[in-house]
């Protein structure tokens, strides 16, 4: 299985709104709504931000928000924070009953 | 709250097999799914397999022939044994729990770093 498409880095001032896209195929983002995005500060364990598409688990920023639209899921982070600087991978269920991971996108509060 | 506690050694011999378990406490690994995920240093991340009510247990295809996932339910523990290791194997190594359909990922471990070097 290949690994879902990011971009490297994405960028954004303070209080900006920035998107990161994860593009896979119709096994895996397209085919299902089981989507998922993390959060990874360097040196600690990634962190759930968005499940099954576009719900927040509990306590995660309401400045965070997905969506999906065919192939493409898309991870919003609005009001952009200093503290939102970090890397995100967006992961996917696949047709195989297995899950496989974007390449991961470094974030940059400019 | 659960929380989940990597173990093992933190240096394999290459061709060797690298193991290592999950503890997990504040919850039964009865529920939900267990997983197994890697990050080479600098790099993304790779999702290895996991496991759901110690039945049914998938694998990256990419590193299936050299995987194995086992529970320990009495412990509270799953481990993850990868056969034949090489330089490629060297990462760090988290466990996580999953939703139902393994459609997330939520809590980690704090994750450790196995070196695969002679």
């Known amino acids: 299985q290949s690994a879902l498409t990011q971009p490297a880095s994405v960028s954004g001032s303070p209080g900006q709104s920035i998107t990161i896209s994860c593009t896979g195929t119709?096994?895996?983002?397209?085919?299902?709504?089981?989507v998922s995005w993390y959060q990874q500060h360097p040196g600690k364990a990634p962190k759930l931000m968005i499940y099954d598409v576009s719900n927040r688990p509990s306590g995660v920023s309401n400045r965070f928000s997905g969506s999906k639209s065919g192939n493409t899921a898309s991870l919003t982070i609005s009001g952009l924070q200093t503290e939102d600087e970090a890397d995100y991978y967006c992961s996917s269920y696949t047709s195989s009953s297995t899950d496989v991971f974007g390449t991961g996108t470094k974030v940059t509060v400019l | 709250q659960v929380q989940l506690q990597e173990s093992g050694p933190g240096l394999v011999k290459p061709s060797e097999t690298l193991s290592l378990t999950c503890t997990v406490s504040g919850g039964s690994i009865s529920s939900y799914s267990w997983s197994w995920i890697r990050q080479p240093p600098g790099k993304g991340l790779e999702w290895i397999g996991y496991m759901y009510h110690s039945k049914i247990i998938n694998y990256n295809p990419s590193l299936k022939s050299r995987v194995t996932i086992s529970v320990d339910m009495s412990r509270n523990q799953f481990s993850l044994k990868v056969s034949s290791v090489t330089a490629a194997d060297t990462a760090l190594y988290y466990c996580?729990?999953?939703?139902?359909?393994?459609?997330?990922?939520?809590?980690w471990g704090q994750g450790t770093l196995v070196t695969v070097s002679s």
């Open positions: 996580a729990r999953g939703g139902y359909n393994n459609n997330w990922f939520d809590p």
């Open positions: 119709s096994s895996d983002v397209g085919g299902y709504n089981y």
